[in-house]
């Protein structure tokens, strides 16, 4: 499931309609993306997953020789979003897998926002004005960077912008009897034995100004001139993005497993390597720009210090006389790439998962999940082998569970039945492919 903030944003791209129109993830990158930012976005290492949009701190004017005349104003229009939803849900039992997760009651969620926003659109003239503009000389050195890593940029041309502070509300209560034990961000905290109402309430302040969403358009250079796609941006993706869709819906589970093999198999990885990497991930999951830190130093094969387990993680892939060609550089950027695409809860669950050590027992269930329905495009009841479930047993499974439901599929905790959907597929070959190369680290 995803965020509070995500969930609005998506609910009001919804809303509002236009297909190109994107919904922003996370509150740090509402914060960042303005009118004319530039992202980039990156080919992923996968055929089973993309990246994300990466919204970086330079905007088109950066890049572009001062101008004579003051580009055209924006044209913005305001409007309001409101969205309300309350939830009661009986659940009784327990996971027919011997865990200790056992409960009875009401369950009742209640979400909310109201949202004040405008849509500022950049006019055709604006566009004719800035285009007349040439690249500054010299170009700046992160578009070489870019150019040499094939990372492909765009602009923002519109955005969805809060007018006031709002704030978002998240409020559920329990009415639980029986033993539980749950794990964090999910449902309701703690564990014990006995009985009461338990509540917990989530509120989330989202600033004036903030981007709920944007409209981008895909920049190309030439002849140090440069340009933008105003068709459809999506239609222009990588030159061979689409190519790789096509062979996707073609695939069937045992390419992307051995997509895995052959990532880990070539690494080579030393023990001692293996335990660096594994203990200093575990350290990190908590922080997803130490993450993206990480995976752009490597990427870019830049000569940067990072401190703390992203600089341990360097200094030991630095012993080896092969790098950058080393094959343990390769498999590590794949495992960054499957952890960009979770989201902030997965990657928490996912470090208790490291924990508990129940890694390889979370990568067996979800391929019994993905594996029979990897090419199902339609919403379909599954049942989870209870074989599988048992050595999770207790928080285990609640944790397991929780990296399930925010893939989307709809899971059940008082039930081994659950219920595939398609956009499912992606960010669970995401968390195989994680799943799998943890695994491997965990050896050591």
């Not at 949009?53 to 004579?68: F, N, Y």
């Not at 989330?204 to 001139?225: E, I, M, W």
């Not at 285990?396 to 569970?401: F, K, M, N, P, Q």
Request: proline share 5%; net charge negative; hydrophobic share 40%.
């Amino acid at each position: 499931m995803p965020s509070m903030f995500e969930r609005t944003t998506k609910k009001l791209v919804k809303d509002i309609g236009p297909q190109e129109l994107r919904p922003v993830k996370c509150l740090e990158r509402a914060t960042k993306i303005r009118q004319f930012s530039l992202i980039q976005r990156k080919k992923a290492r996968s055929r089973f997953w993309k990246l994300p949009d990466d919204p970086l701190d330079v905007s088109l004017r950066h890049i572009l020789e001062p101008g004579s005349s003051v580009p055209d104003a924006a044209v913005k229009v305001s409007a309001d979003f409101s969205d309300s939803m309350v939830r009661k849900q009986q659940a009784a039992g327990n996971v027919n897998a011997g865990a200790d997760v056992g409960f009875s009651g009401e369950m009742t969620m209640c979400r909310g926002s109201s949202l004040e926003y405008q849509i500022v659109s950049t006019p055709h003239e604006t566009w004719k004005e800035l285009q007349e503009r040439k690249l500054l000389d010299p170009e700046p050195a992160f578009l070489k960077q870019c150019r040499e890593a094939g990372v492909n940029l765009y602009v923002v041309t519109d955005t969805v912008e809060l007018l006031n502070s709002s704030m978002l509300q998240d409020l559920s209560s329990a009415n639980v009897s029986g033993k539980f034990s749950i794990a964090r961000n999910i449902c309701f905290q703690g564990e014990g034995q006995g009985g009461g109402l338990k509540v917990r309430e989530k509120k989330l302040t989202v600033p004036k100004g903030s981007v709920l969403a944007y409209k981008r358009k895909q920049l190309v250079f030439h002849n140090k001139g440069w340009g933008i796609f105003h068709i459809t941006d999506d239609v222009v993706d990588d030159d061979d993005d689409d190519d790789d869709d096509d062979d996707t819906l073609l695939a069937d589970f045992k390419l992307l497993e051995e997509e895995v093999s052959q990532k880990v198999k070539a690494a080579e990885l030393s023990k001692g390597m293996r335990g660096v990497v594994f203990s200093n991930l575990l350290a990190m999951l908590g922080h997803r720009e130490a993450l993206q830190d990480l995976m752009d130093t490597l990427e870019l094969e830049l000569d940067k210090h990072l401190e703390g387990p992203g600089g341990a993680i360097l200094t030991e892939l630095r012993k080896d006389s092969r790098y950058p060609e080393v094959g343990s550089k390769s498999l590590l950027l794949y495992l960054l790439e499957a952890l960009i695409v979770l989201s902030d809860i997965q990657l928490d669950l996912l470090a208790q998962s490291m924990e508990k050590r129940i890694l390889v027992q979370q990568r067996d269930l979800v391929r019994s999940i993905l594996e029979p329905n990897f090419n199902c495009f339609q919403n379909i009841p599954f049942t989870l082998q209870p074989e599988l479930l048992a050595p999770l047993q207790g928080e285990g499974l609640v944790i397991t569970y929780g990296l399930l439901d925010e893939c989307g599929l709809k899971m059940k905790l008082n039930s081994p039945r659950s219920t595939w959907i398609p956009e499912a597929k992606e960010p669970l070959s995401a968390l195989y492919g994680a799943l799998s190369v943890l695994t491997q680290l965990a050896e050591a």
